[in-house]
Every structure is written in structure tokens, then in C-alpha cells.
């Protein structure tokens, strides 16, 4: 009975940390400031020493402008919120400026749930659930709207409005992962026929939409 009920205690702990593993792993510390001048390789940044830390660490300015990577593609500007302080906390946050008409493009976190707050502007925001549903929530948020992701499901956001927008995204991870899922259709290796299968369409249109991708 006492092997029994030993078993069951070591295999309620495996999966315990199975699910533990599956994010971030929780900080041993106060804090770890990134230092990128480190030569050690780990999942992660090294730590800075405590001793050389200072408040500038946690801080990051200049939100208030545009700025960062722009898709004119697309119509938007991402600014990743770069904070060293932050490094091994299980967070990454990231500043969107929208165009008019403009739209992030369907795609999904692997690693992190999301929610993104307006600060300017109104956006057409949702996502899908999985298969077999697929079903669609979305909502059109305005200024001091909040909108929340579940980890790992495909979600999108459009500018349909007339001004610009104005949008701050957190997630929960350090490196969330960023999948676009038109980029791994069309930008990729796969095969022409593999791809007009999987979207019910013939090989031409594979064809014509790769090309608009590999335009710059």
C-alpha cells in the first residue's frame, strides 16, 4: 500500500512538472538584468551584476513617437519594448502603430497568451479557436480597450477606421514566438500542390499569391 501510494505521489509530481515546463521558468531571484556583452550561452540572457545595476535598466523611453520595424506591406510599425530587466520574468511587450486600412496579419503566439491594449484609434481585433470550432470572437476596441489571446491561437488585427492607431501588446513570455501563418504558407519551401490542397484551390493561384510575397 505504501509503494502503492508512492508511485501515485511521483507520478502526480512528473506531470506537475511536465505542465511547469511547458512556460517560462519562475525567477530564482529579485531580478536578472540582460547583459549582452555575456559569452555564456543558456535559454536566456546571462545575468548582469547585481552590483552594476541601475534604475535605467528597467526603464524604456520614447513611446510616445512612432518608431521601431515597419511592414509597409502591411501598414503597421512595431516597436519591441526592450527592457533588460525584464530577462528571465516571462514577459515581452510590444508597440503598435496602425495605418488606416493597415492590419497585422494573421499569425499566432506558440509560447504566450497576449493582450493588447488601444491607446489611440479603434481596431477590428479577435481571434479563432481551435479545430474542430474554429469559431471567431472579435470585437471592434477602442481607446481603453483591452483584448486578451489565449496562448497558441490564431488571431489578427485591422485597422478599419479612418485615423491612426495606437496599440501596446504584453505577452506572456520572454520569446513568444511569432508565426505568420500567410508567410508559412506562401513565403516558404513548401510545394506548390501541397499548399493548393491544403486551401482547396489549384497550383496557379499558389503560384500568383507566392509571387506577391516574394515582392519586397
Known amino acids: 500500500m505504501a509503494a502503492a501510494t508512492l508511485l501515485l ?6 506531470l506537475g512538472s511536465g505542465h511547469v515546463e511547458a512556460f517560462d521558468p519562475n525567477p530564482l531571484q529579485d531580478f536578472c538584468v540582460a547583459d549582452p556583452t555575456s559569452k555564456v550561452h543558456e535559454n536566456g540572457v546571462a545575468c548582469k551584476d547585481p552590483a552594476a545595476v541601475v ?3 528597467f526603464l524604456f523611453g520614447g513611446l510616445d513617437k512612432p518608431g521601431g520595424k515597419t511592414s509597409k506591406r502591411f501598414g503597421f510599425t512595431a516597436n519591441q519594448v526592450q527592457i533588460p530587466g525584464l530577462n528571465t520574468l516571462g514577459e515581452s511587450h510590444v508597440h503598435l502603430d496602425v495605418v488606416p486600412g493597415g492590419v497585422f496579419p494573421v499569425h499566432y503566439h506558440p509560447r504566450a497568451a497576449e493582450t493588447a491594449l488601444v491607446l489611440e484609434g479603434s481596431v477590428y481585433f479577435g ?5 474542430p470550432d474554429n469559431k471567431l470572437y472579435a470585437k471592434v476596441l ?3 480597450d483591452v483584448f486578451a489571446v489565449p ?3 490564431v488571431h489578427f488585427l485591422y485597422n478599419n477606421g479612418t485615423a491612426p492607431a495606437t496599440l501596446y501588446a504584453s505577452l506572456s513570455s520572454q520569446n513568444p514566438g511569432l508565426v505568420l501563418l ?6 516558404g519551401a513548401l510545394p506548390d500542390d501541397l499548399v493548393a490542397k491544403t486551401l482547396l484551390t489549384d497550383a496557379h493561384t499558389v503560384q500568383t499569391i507566392k509571387a506577391n510575397f516574394r515582392r519586397s
Not at 500567410?182 to 513565403?187: D, T, V
Open 55 to 57: 534604475a535605467e535598466d
Open 9 to 14: 505521489a511521483l507520478a502526480v509530481v512528473a
Open 127 to 131: 481571434f479563432v479557436s481551435s479545430y
Open 182 to 187: 500567410g508567410n508559412s504558407l506562401f513565403a
Open 151 to 153: 496562448q497558441g491561437l
Open 142 to 144: 477602442r481607446k481603453g
